[in-house]
Nanobody
Framework: VQLQASGGGLVQTGGSLRLSCAAV????????MGWTRQAPGKPRELVAT???????EYGASVKGRFTISRDNSKKTVYLQMNSLKPEDTAVYSC?????????????????WGQGTQVTVSS
């Protein structure tokens, strides 16, 4: 599986950005897609995921501000990020999970796309 991510960039506090991630290859192995992020000097954290069935999961710090969605026909997931804060600044990575257990998102992702920088200025 290859993941082709796009979006990101520089935005002011309160602004919005949208990330996209398209999966290419053996997508039948994928149970869920989503994003994790890592800021300098901080551990990686879960941002949002969505399963093939449409069940979503969000990190506590982004709930109510970020929305993940998917277009199955395009094998693409989207992350709409609203009300961005400086603490959202990080490198965002698109990921997939093959694990279909309830708490799959606690597992290490199986595939990684290229990271995309999101910078929120204060």
């Amino acid at each position: 599986v290859q993941l082709q991510a796009s979006g990101g960039g520089l935005v002011q506090t309160g602004g919005s950005l949208r990330l996209s991630c398209a999966a290419v290859g053996s997508i039948f192995t994928i149970n869920a897609m989503g994003w994790t992020r890592q800021a300098p000097g901080k551990p990686r954290e879960l941002v949002a995921t969505i399963t093939n069935g449409g069940t979503t999961e969000y990190g506590a710090s982004v709930k109510g501000r970020f929305t993940i969605s998917r277009d199955n026909s395009k094998k693409t997931v989207y992350l709409q990020m609203n009300s961005l804060k400086p603490e959202d600044t990080a490198v965002y990575s698109c990921n997939t999970w093959a694990d279909s257990s309830t708490y799959y998102y606690f597992q290490q992702p199986d595939h990684w796309g290229q990271g995309t920088q999101v910078t929120v200025s204060s």
